[in-house]
């Protein structure tokens, strides 16, 4: 591998291993994710071989870094008998209804963190690097939490770091708190975290006055956040407190639950705000670019925005109607089990681009935007 050269274009990680995986069949995680923004990018002609790696799966050894050998061990052994002692779930928390046994509990988040350590690698002089399968942002040291079982974007970074990138920004977008990530670099001063989510919403972490040790960010934003305020938030926060740090490196967490048709959140975005960030993110021109998954339980809306964050990474049209093969590829897609799946709106089949959702701004946004700023 050529550490010394940048990648040439923007890369695509991905993996087989989602398609078809599922968490159950009542839960979040249930719908098709990565494989169909796989097979969105590849019917619209932007994701060619040369574009495009395939993840590794990520080696105990290698998990090690941040996550304890118990902890790995007990996955293992977990998706090896399909069950758990309750001496392990309580433990581990893993076997519950949010991080429940299923065929590929070990394999499939090895997978996702196999990419971000090897985005890390292939990071090391600078490029580009979207990984829809990543995010999971939750996972802690010792313990599975939030539909995660490994904490992907702290690996991601361990191995950025390790790879030469000195200071780090972290923005999650998400519309849950970046809980994990934040006990993994807290305090940390070549670190500085950066998370906008929604109030009084599981974990319950991120309040405004939670400062990390001073490298955290947080924002928590009231439902029914908008894209007039995202847009502020953008400008006024994101921005200036990633550009005032001189980052080596930027992670964006784009977890695409903080959308008006997502089921686990009470935020009102469009996917156009997701993109605007991004976008402004790669304005700044960060050596290094990783941009992750996350959160996101609709299939269409998230298939939809993680196709246009791989579209905006490559300064690729996003057409106003998709072509036939598109079409397809969500016109096959099933959400079972919630109402929205059994009628879904035209607009899901046909375009990537959501109408903007602009709004007013409430005075809470502008009110904890300041006491941030103030601390810029």
């Known amino acids: 591998m050529d550490r ?3 990648l040439p274009r923007p890369l695509f990680l991905g993996s087989e291993i989602y398609r078809g995986s599922s968490y159950g069949v009542t839960h979040p995680l249930r719908v098709p994710r990565v494989s169909t923004v796989m097979d969105l990018t590849r019917a619209l002609g932007w994701l060619p071989p040369a574009q495009y790696r395939a993840s590794p799966r990520a080696k105990p050894g290698a998990l090690e870094i941040w996550h304890t050998p118990a902890y790995l061990a007990a996955l293992q052994q977990a998706e090896a008998t399909q069950t758990v002692t309750p001496e392990i779930r309580d433990r581990h928390g893993i076997g519950t209804m949010s991080n429940p046994i299923y065929a590929e509990m070990f394999r499939r988040p090895a997978t996702a963190a196999g990419a971000s350590l090897l985005a890390g690698e292939l990071l090391a002089a600078g490029g580009i690097i979207h990984h829809p399968g990543g995010g999971t942002h939750h996972g802690m040291p010792d313990r599975a939490g939030g539909f995660c079982y490994l904490n992907d974007p702290v690996l991601a970074m361990l191995a950025l770091r390790r790879a030469g990138a000195r ?3 972290y923005v999650d977008i998400d519309a ?3 809980d994990g990530v934040e006990v993994g670099f807290a305090g940390d001063p070549d670190t500085r975290l950066i998370s906008v989510h929604e109030e009084k919403r599981w974990p319950f972490t991120g309040a405004l006055k939670d400062t990390g040790g001073g490298n955290c960010f947080n924002l928590p934003v009231p439902r029914g956040f908008n894209d007039s305020e995202m847009a502020l938030v953008r400008d006024a926060l994101i921005l200036p407190a990633t550009a005032d740090f001189a980052p080596d490196a930027v992670v ?3 977890g695409a639950d903080a959308v008006l048709e997502d089921p686990l959140s009470r935020l009102a975005l469009s996917n156009n705000a997701h993109w605007a960030v991004v976008r402004a ?5 960060p050596p290094r670019l990783l941009v992750l998954g996350g959160g996101g339980y609709n299939p269409w809306s998230v298939g939809r925005l993680w196709t246009g964050v791989w579209a905006t990474l490559n300064g690729h049209d996003i057409p106003d109607r998709l072509p036939p ?4 590829v969500l016109r096959a897609l099933v959400w079972e089990r919630a109402s929205a799946g059994r009628n879904p709106p035209e607009h ?3 375009t990537l681009r959501d ?3 602009d709004g007013p701004i409430h005075e809470a946004v502008r009110d904890r935007l300041a006491v941030l700023r103030a601390r810029l």
């Open 4 to 6: 010394t050269t940048p």
């Open 167 to 169: 200071r780090i920004v």
């Open 176 to 178: 849950h708190h970046m």
């Open 252 to 254: 964006l967490q784009c």
């Open 281 to 285: 993110l790669m304005d700044l021109a």
């Open 325 to 328: 093969g598109a079409e397809a």
């Open 348 to 350: 899901w089949f046909t």
């Open 355 to 357: 109408a903007p959702r």
